[in-house]
């Protein structure tokens, strides 16, 4: 079985390497870096198992990556490697295309024997789903939780750096997502943005508006 790892470094993808290494099904055909986009990467060596390391970076980064992957290998099996077990971000995961996720405290010499019994189909899991958008209103536009919450902070005030130290994530994702919310609403910038925001009363769904300084 054709085997690709999407790591962050050569130093972790080589430690995920060595506890494949007991599977003799296994070829393990290296990795990508999961820092940049790599769908053309993937796609290029068309693995039947892609094994998505966790890697130093956002939630929000690793979720694209397994995009790409589920984009690039549809039919491949994908496996998450996660330090975080918990429900919501195993359902974002799986939302996103993962058909498992292996905890890193797993002992390293059953995570091989766990992949293979994954990768043949042996093993389901059904994780809970991704909190959906609460703002109907938001529907037609087609935005998601995130965007949706950083709108609500853009219409609240909050810069970019702010956003981005309240969210846990870097301040470019941040312009990521305002990009593609700008778009979606047919605005030019965060001023229009937060114009329609108090226009549709979206400000409204914010469950704990920030106290305003006396």
């Not at 993808?13 to 494949?20: D, Q, S, V, Y």
């Not at 970076?57 to 994908?78: D, F, I």
């Not at 990768?119 to 609460?134: D, E, I, L």
């Not at 305002?178 to 226009?199: C, D, F, I, P």
């Amino acid at each position: 079985m054709r085997v690709l790892i999407v790591a962050d470094n050569a130093l972790t993808a080589e430690g995920i390497r060595r506890e494949l290494r007991h599977m003799p099904t296994f070829n393990v055909l290296g990795y990508v870096d999961g820092r940049f986009g790599c769908a053309a990467a993937i796609a290029q060596a068309a693995p039947e198992l892609v094994v998505v390391d966790e890697m130093g970076t956002s939630q929000e980064h690793v979720l694209a990556r397994v995009g790409e992957a589920r984009e690039a290998v549809p039919n491949a099996k994908l496996v998450l490697l996660t330090s975080h077990m918990n429900p919501q971000w195993l359902g974002q995961a799986s939302a996103a295309g993962i058909d498992a996720a292996v905890s890193k405290s797993l002992q390293s010499a059953g995570l091989g024997a766990l992949e293979r019994q994954v990768a043949a189909g042996n093993v389901f899991h059904a994780f809970v789903p991704a909190p959906q958008p609460v703002a109907s209103d938001l529907q037609h536009a087609g935005l998601t939780e995130r965007e949706l919450e950083i709108l609500l902070l853009v219409a609240a005030g909050a810069s970019n750096a702010r956003i981005a130290a309240k969210l846990w994530v870097s301040e470019q994702t941040v312009k990521f997502h305002l990009s593609n919310t700008y778009r979606k609403l047919g605005v030019r910038n965060r001023t229009e943005a937060s114009h329609y925001a108090h226009v549709h009363r979206l400000v409204e769904l914010d469950p704990a508006p920030a106290p305003r300084a006396a």
